[in-house]
């Protein structure tokens, strides 16, 4: 296929779309590219339990791939079958695209079986440099072994390839541990005009405090709820999202008497209106990437509290001149007193909110096939 002058074609290949920030930034990154004129392919390796809009201007392609290619462990020895190998390649062939981005964590082990201007899209920790302590000898040991084989395979993976992070503590972190990769950080950005259209026009405040992710243990959720009940101001608690700790999060609600007070929404696909009509965001997560629910939230005049576990986290809230949001990790008590300290205040928006948009994302992107990225 001819190409117009610098109309380029990339292929995005994920694990699924069964949502989620990493998918979603992911989508919007597609799209934001297609709309600048490019040529944009999405192959997801599970095609199943898609709870995303694909935007109809995609190229989608959905493809019948054994799921053993996605599921398992990551950070550990995998095979992957060779008819699937052969189905990325003969996709790969017939599109010749200019930037191959494998995201966001199985479609990283397609990176040894393909060619091209690959690029590893990591959206979050994968590896932990430290090891959990403790003073058991068995517990230390099966602690030893498992950072020793997480580390092995991690290097193994990673090592040699392009990588972007999406904030600079992980790439810090894995330039030492894979002195032969090329990494840099690009930012997640916001489609405004997505979100503008989406929006309330006027919002009443409905509830005290959202969260808004993953009911999953590196989300931590019941931080957010032990914080809002330990709080003195908030009266009501949002929680948007799905997962496997939901019904023990039910259950800590019942054991902390406030189940009356917090109400549990389940998934949605743009949750905007909800973020609109709370008075806060809660963020609790014990790590995290970037975090794009709090951009979200801030373009959308909701103040944000965190917890400090990410250099993305605090870019974030210092554009939004609210670094004094940013809360010890792990401490219940404080993250507490911050929802108390917002809610007994006006927030004002005050900066400016083009610098949480993903122009700047998209145009990073097209750098990685110009070769110009430092």
Not at 87 to 99: E, Y
Not at 102 to 130: P, Q
Not at 186 to 204: C, F, P, R, T
């Amino acid at each position: 296929m001819k190409k117009e002058f610098n109309q380029y074609h990339i292929l995005f290949i994920v694990d699924h779309l069964k949502g989620g920030g990493a998918e979603k930034i992911l989508l919007d990154t597609a799209t934001n590219l297609e709309k600048t004129g490019h040529q944009v392919t999405v192959v997801p390796l599970n095609h199943h339990e898609i709870k995303m809009d694909i935007p109809t201007n995609l190229n989608f392609i959905k493809e019948s791939f054994n799921q053993c290619i996605c599921s398992g462990k990551l950070l550990r020895k995998r095979e992957t079958p060779t008819a699937d190998i052969e189905k990325i390649n003969t996709i790969i062939s017939d599109i010749q695209p200019d930037l191959i981005i494998l995201s966001h964590a199985f479609a990283f082990c397609l990176s040894d079986f393909i060619s091209g201007n690959i690029w590893l899209w990591i959206h979050g920790e994968i590896f932990k440099s430290s090891r959990k302590q403790t003073n058991n000898p068995f517990r230390w040991y099966k602690e030893y072994r498992r950072h020793y084989l997480d580390k092995k395979y991690f290097i193994k993976l990673f090592d040699g390839k392009n990588i972007i992070t999406v904030n600079q503590n992980l790439e810090k972190d894995y330039k030492h541990l894979l002195p032969h990769s090329q990494i840099l950080t690009i930012y997640n950005g916001l489609d405004i005009k997505h979100i503008e259209q989406q929006k309330l026009i006027e919002a009443q405040k409905i509830w005290d405090c959202i969260f808004v992710g993953r009911l999953s243990q590196e989300k931590q959720p019941e931080h957010a709820i032990r914080a809002f009940a330990k709080s003195e101001k908030a009266k009501n608690l949002l929680i948007v999202g799905e997962g496997d700790l939901k019904p023990s999060l039910q259950d800590l609600c019942k054991q902390l008497n406030i189940e009356s007070r917090v109400e549990f929404m389940g998934w949605v696909n743009n949750p905007y209106q909800y973020i609109q009509q709370s008075r806060l965001l809660i963020s609790s997560s014990v790590s995290e990437g970037y975090g794009l629910v709090i951009s979200e939230a801030l373009y959308l005049d909701v103040p944000v509290i965190a917890y400090n576990v990410s250099d993305a986290i605090s870019h974030q809230l210092s554009i939004a001149n609210l670094e004094e949001n940013l809360v010890t990790p792990q401490n219940i008590d404080e993250l507490a007193e911050k929802i108390d300290q917002n809610l007994n205040q006006t927030y004002r928006t005050s900066f400016e909110k083009k610098l949480l948009s993903n122009e700047t994302m998209v145009n990073k992107f097209l750098n990685l096939i110009k070769n110009d990225h430092y």
